[in-house]
């Protein structure tokens, strides 16, 4: 699939909108878009569709779309669901470039729902019509004037001076709206916004994308519950990424993790919401965790430029909040380093009982003394070396004679400093509220939330510092995997050796002449292992020796893991069997690639036995990723200490282990479509300089049903 | 020093009150309690102390607290810093029964200050008078009049309907103030309020016990930075736990962890976050992590009755929002059950597109059909047989002809379930919002937080039907550790065993015969370890040798260890070796004592090895503890998988862990005066109903000097 933007200007500055079923009741959901437009000033045509009436709501009123007289570019239909897909088709007919559906009860209702839905997507994929809904909300672009919505949220006002530039698209309706109507009061007027509903045919990543491309829109702020096409979706976030475009975004649905039915032993650790997180983590996209973040990550993220450090100063007029402030500055990675010296001194001569470290704490003297916030602000501001400052000034904001010497204050500082990063976190009133914000200066309720919020803004700027994932392999690599079903070791180690992957190395042997001659090479102690695709765990099967230390017990044992495997499986085809070196001295670790139905191939990483299996400590990226991708993968998990060396353990070869998880990427990523899942159990990484190599290797091709069912990239 | 509630009394109810320091302006610090005091209708008496003036805000004054004719239960000294040991003492001589001193300078700021704090502390301790503060806010109880303080809050009126029954500690004056004034608009009247300031006399534990001991409180909001006295802050969280009463505590200084000079090995991983989150758990406090969670959760648990149980409707009309709700209520530990069938069908019946199961969606039909919202509710509290019904309306509160709606279908729902425990999430008006606070529904802004507010007061009040913890030992055990320093192992067994914790049996021997005659008794492969009290850690010194099989090489070992660990240090002094057996089977974990200087021994376990260390996967509890709660310890961390047998592992003795952790806690409390640390590592813990045993005991004794520091049990 991949996007599809055509169209998507007309959905937000059309020059004309129809509306079918349009009522002269401006309460009715086919009357409050009229009203709407006109109250917000939108300046092209309107033409009203009722069979039943002549005029609607003062406007000449048309029976049937195929009597407007003029180009259409925007029709919002809300017909009873009955006529909704002939009232598409009248659209389609004439000409109309996109429609947008209010009407419910398709998909999300019923099958009967579903066909109707699906016809109505067969006449946009016919006409090129792009379709928005059914079941939407509808979407809005006041700067145009356009509320093509029967949102509440399109009949209010926006304040003066709230914040623009960002804009939200959402699933679900009920959710945009409330964001709309709860940013207007939070300082946010989230514009253009566009809800996507059962996206029959443009999804949220199409509109993500058209809104990336927006110079006017700094930010996006996105809801999603669900995504059919995963290449839209890592296109569109990589275009936004490209742009330097912050997308933050709120998935629902962790809940529900997979609950896929999966062969390999990977598979059962890797659900959708750890997709989701590799996703995100490739994309930088900034992760809400609730409505209430999303907008706080809306307001701190959209309000301005970000600092591009993470050095920050907090000025308090308490010392309690100025520790609650360190401890979420810490948990956030924002540094809080001290004042120099002088500083300090100078601080302290203005007022003996200051903290003047950093925190840095006027005490309440600050309500006694009008000059010492001034004094405060601007010597922290030109000798602190700060990124960005947060000051957290209590409620002064709704104490009328303090709060003015407050906001006199902060307008000192910021004419001193034109330039500096502030936020500020002050109960207040809405009108002392906007005096600040007009300076430039963010402003918070809730102390800890500005200093979680510049945390999150500044990891988000600086992760646009590396380059965003490679877009994945959407022309298949002419090459397909060897075999078909479980590959046997011997054919798996090959494909990924092949592919740059380290395999231990290991002799095909068909006789226990052979073992032991292979063993001899060797020269050293060997493991020898029966071959046969039809044994995905030889151990069970008694089909491994370890340890084996001369030719004659190589020869032995040789015959006893085929005679073992075909005691424990009798129609088990068998292939000879493996002879590999001992090796010792690495650093027990997992690789591992599922195929997810949406995003396809995603890598696993952890350390070897319960790290995985009990504490579930592992990380997860969708294939292909860097080496550079593949070490902070590395670096993620809580065990990473034992490969970094802590605790006088030795350090190990994680530059050879990125490598080779980067390698796997690339190769899971190139058999995209033939590929289920690969195991690399154990992966040994040995002690630093001595590189790192998969003892065990499967790979599982998948089988013909799996490959002809639809998939990201058909 | 333990809990000292004489006087508070005074604090929160006085019958007369004196103001030293009044000033005549309303605005000053000495002029603003006078005036709230009669703003707020206090009816007992009030003195403005000021030699300057006969008459004070219409008030007679009085020149000093000498000329008062009467009793004076409460004074507030405001006067300038220099002045205030003497107005402190004047009013210790008039027998004041509580001073409150909002002066600032004192310890907060110079070594000068802390010097006329002690002076200060030093009156209150000769004279019995309660001192509050310095450097506080002061405190108030509204339901008597009482605004003993300069906050702006108290210049405000408490809005009918607020919630109140909610009482607010805080050492720090900002964050009361903050509180108190942010909560008016969140439906909270936190009342009484206290700030303790600098606490050279009452403590933050002395007014949430008296505050546990009010009837007229039902909930504990309280605000911490540190501790000095840690028995004392046990008692009272024993008897807030006691009297049912839940305790909401916000901690800073998360991020100053530990640098504590510790020297076993344990000590190193105890930072002092880890002991207060153990004491948190131990007395079932709720802890919050911001302001604003603070604050909802104060509002949530003080609102009325919390349930019982786990099983929560989620009724809404956004599908999408039923989803994020779903995955919050997860991760706070409710359940979500679908409805019954016949509830499910008879909803489908109003509403074919509805969404039935729970989370139960009404679309946004609900603005439709009037009688839709009250049928859903009440369908679902009759039928579902849930313990709680979380309703998001999104904005419907904000909408007139629809808010009625909405407010009539709750009264519905209400009055035909008045005991169900109903919270409602919607952007609402002041107005409608009161109106539903008044049918017994909490409303919240945020949905999700509407969700983590109930998981987290269900989980509070759950926790109350486990015993809190013993108090910890007053009075030492008049038994001590034989010894003195690190014992020895075989001391360290000694004392452990007669204990009721398992070591590992040993034969101390002091010849290579003994040592011969002590393998051959066991008949089993044994281990041979030097003893000596020098040598810590007897393997790096070459002193232990494992898998002995026989007694000719049992000898053998005690010569070499005897001789390696002579070698090594040679000063140190050597007592034999000690034999045992060879212990395998066992789950290595690490069971650890440590002192903390505020609240004594706490208990470390943890898995063995890169688990604790790495990462850092061991959950703590304050000594003593009962065996439930060892279980609910070992429980806690990540790794317990391990021990309860995941994955085809075998399932461990959690039982003989659990009694084995417990002792070690009643053995650690009963030696809290002499004890530093205990070490037992590794701990096996066998297959279950095979017990566990400790293989490596270490018992280290504090130094003279330690013992004789200042200490939580002085």
Chains 1, 2 share one sequence.
Not at 558 to 584: C, Q
Not at 683 to 701: C, H, I, K, Q, T
């Amino acid at each position: 699939m991949g996007l599809q933007l055509d169209g998507l200007d007309a959905l937000l500055s059309p020059k004309s909108i129809a509306v079918l079923g349009a009522s002269a009741d401006p309460s009715k959901i086919g009357g409050r878009p009229l009203t709407y437009l006109r109250a917000n000033g939108f300046a092209g045509e309107i033409y009203p569709i009722n069979p039943r009436h002549a005029q609607i709501q003062g406007m000449t009123a048309y029976a049937s779309i195929q009597d407007v007289p003029d180009a259409i570019d925007l029709a919002l239909v809300s017909v009873p669901g009955p006529a909704v897909v002939d009232s598409v088709r009248a659209c389609a007919d004439r000409g109309v470039r996109v429609a947008t559906i209010f009407s419910a009860g398709f998909a999300e209702t019923s099958p009967d729902g579903a066909g109707a839905q699906e016809e109505i997507a067969g006449i946009s994929r016919d006409s090129g019509m792009r379709v928005l809904g059914p079941n939407c909300l509808g979407s809005a672009n006041r700067r145009a004037g356009v509320s093509a919505s029967f949102a509440a949220s399109e009949g209010r006002p926006r304040p003066e001076g709230n914040l623009d530039g960002v804009a939200l698209v959402s699933q679900s309706g009920a959710i945009a709206a409330y964001c709309v109507l709860a940013g207007l009061d939070r300082g946010i007027s989230f514009d253009p916004w566009i809800s996507t509903g059962n996206e029959c045919d443009i999804q949220l990543a199409d509109c993500l994308a058209h809104l990336a491309l927006d110079d006017d829109v700094r930010v996006v702020a996105a809801y999603l519950e669900g995504c059919r096409d995963g290449d839209g979706l890592r296109e569109a976030l990589a275009l936004a990424h490209e742009r330097g475009k912050p997308v933050i975004l709120l998935k629902s649905g962790r809940s529900t993790v997979g609950a896929r039915a999966a062969a390999s032993h990977t598979a059962s650790m890797v659900g959708s919401a750890e997709t989701y997180e590799a996703l995100m983590r490739q994309y930088n996209v900034c992760v809400a965790d609730s409505l209430d973040d999303l907008m706080d990550l809306s307001y701190g993220i959209g309000f301005g430029p970000v600092p591009s450090g993470s050095r920050t100063g907090l000025v308090t007029s308490s010392g309690g909040v100025g520790i609650l402030m360190a401890d979420v500055a810490e948990s956030v990675a924002l540094d809080v380093p001290p004042l120099p010296e002088t500083a300090q001194l100078a601080l302290r001569e203005v007022w003996p009982s200051a903290g003047v470290e950093n925190p840095i704490d006027t005490t309440a003297q600050l309500v006694n003394d009008q000059r010492l916030l001034a004094q405060f602000l601007v010597t922290a501001l030109g000798q602190g070396g700060f990124d960005s400052m947060i000051v957290f000034l209590s409620y002064i904001g709704l104490i009328p004679s303090w709060s003015h010497a407050a906001v006199d204050a902060l307008r000192e500082a910021r004419a001193a400093f034109p330039e500096s990063q502030i936020s500020l976190a002050m109960l207040t009133t809405p009108e002392v509220r906007a005096s600040i914000e007009s300076m430039g200066i963010r402003v918070f309720d809730d102390p800890t939330t500005a200093v979680r919020v510049m945390g999150r803004s500044v990891a988000n700027r600086q992760g646009f510092q590396s380059p965003a994932a490679p877009p994945p392999t959407t022309v298949a690599s002419s090459s397909t995997i060897t075999g078909s079903g479980t590959l046997s070791e011997v054919d798996s180690a090959a494909v990924l050796s092949a592919a740059g992957v380290p395999v231990a190395p290991g002799v095909h042997v068909h006789s226990a002449e052979e073992a032991a001659r292979a063993a001899a090479d060797f020269g050293s102690a060997v493991v020898v292992k029966v071959v046969s695709q039809d044994l995905p765990h030889k151990s069970e099967a008694g089909g491994v020796r370890l340890d084996v230390t001369t030719p004659e017990a190589a020869a032995r044992a040789y015959d006893e893991v085929t005679r073992a495997a075909a005691r424990y499986a009798p129609d088990a085809r068998l292939d000879g069997a493996l002879v590999s070196p001992m090796l010792t001295g690495g650093l027990e670790t997992i690789l591992g690639v599922v195929s997810d139905p949406v995003f396809g191939p995603v890598v696993m990483f952890g350390l070897g036995g319960v790290y995985v299996e009990v504490l579930r400590d592992a990380s997860y990226r969708l294939a292909p990723f860097t080496v550079t991708e593949a070490t902070s993968m590395i670096q993620e998990i809580r065990g990473y200490g034992l490969l970094s060396g802590a605790r006088g353990k030795p350090a190990r070869d994680v530059a050879s282990l990125a490598t080779a998880l980067s390698r796997l990427s690339v190769f899971a990523d190139e058999h995209r479509h033939d590929l289920d899942s690969i195991d690399l159990n154990p992966f040994l990484v040995m002690p630093e300089g001595a590189g790192s190599v998969a003892v065990d290797a499967l790979v599982v091709r998948r089988s013909m049903d799996e490959t002809s069912r639809p998939s990201a990239d058909d």
